[in-house]
């Protein structure tokens, strides 16, 4: 089976551009989270959907990233405009149902650099 | 401040060596996963431990969940070039929604 697949993986975009990032989870998976991993930070929650709802997105950074889930099997992270301290891999996950045991599977990421 | 704090931060060990990685909180937690993420992958769950005093064996991996269901410690045996990498922690918190809290990650550089 196909897991968490991203795309694309690597992204280098100027100051100023909007940036998509795309995500389709593992079919069957009612969970899918965005999450951006830094040095500096280590891995964040950025906002995670059930069943395509948005659920907490507290922890998007701020109005120019937004994030939507028009059906099961795609989502996409939008950062407009985008900033050099957007620069981060960007990781999607998904899983199964919502048990506090569930185990998070995630895609391979983006790596995302704003010159 | 992270919720889940990881010690060491950062550990280079030659192969053969053994070596415990720590997992704290002052929160209690459902369940504390236990993820190891390679370069330009995403991380890759290890073991899930439940249950206060839990002890799991990965063949030369061994996870325990702390009795009080706060801490967990990730012990490698005989570490090899292979087990290299960065583990992360993970829990569901006991009173919370549904998401994981992370630990910032042990970076484990085994030299051949």
């Known amino acids: 089976d196909a897991g968490v697949i991203q795309s694309p993986r690597h992204e280098v975009t100027e100051m100023g551009q909007e940036v998509t990032l795309r995500c389709k989870p593992i079919?069957?998976?009612?969970?899918l989270f965005w999450y951006r991993q830094t040095m500096m930070r280590g891995l964040e929650l950025l906002i995670y959907?059930?069943?395509?709802?948005?659920?907490?997105d507290s922890g998007m950074p701020e109005d120019r990233f937004s994030a939507k889930m028009p059906n099961a099997s795609f989502s996409t992270l939008k950062i407009q405009p985008s900033e050099p301290r957007d620069s981060a891999v960007y990781f999607c996950?998904?899983?199964?149902?919502?048990?506090?045991?569930?185990?998070?599977?995630f895609g391979p990421g983006t790596r995302l650099t704003v010159l | 401040t992270q919720l889940l704090e990881q010690s060491p931060q950062f550990l280079s060990i030659q192969e053969g060596e053994n070596l415990t990685v720590y997992c704290n909180s002052s929160?209690?937690?459902?369940?504390l996963q236990w993820y190891r993420q390679e370069p330009g992958e995403g991380p890759v769950l290890l073991v899930t431990?439940?249950?206060g005093g839990e002890v799991k064996k990965l063949k030369r991996l061994t996870f325990q969940f702390g009795d009080a269901r706060k801490d967990s410690s990730l012990h490698i045996t005989a570490a090899q070039p292979g087990d290299t990498g960065l583990y992360l922690c993970a829990g569901y918190k006991m009173d919370s929604n549904y998401q994981l809290i992370w630990g910032a990650g042990t970076k484990l550089i085994i030299k051949p």
């Open positions: 929160s209690v937690f459902s369940s």
């Open positions: 996950a998904s899983s199964l149902a919502g048990a506090r045991t569930d185990t998070q599977y």
């Open positions: 959907f059930n069943n395509n709802v948005p659920i907490d």
């Open positions: 079919s069957g998976h009612d969970y």
């Open positions: 431990v439940v249950t």
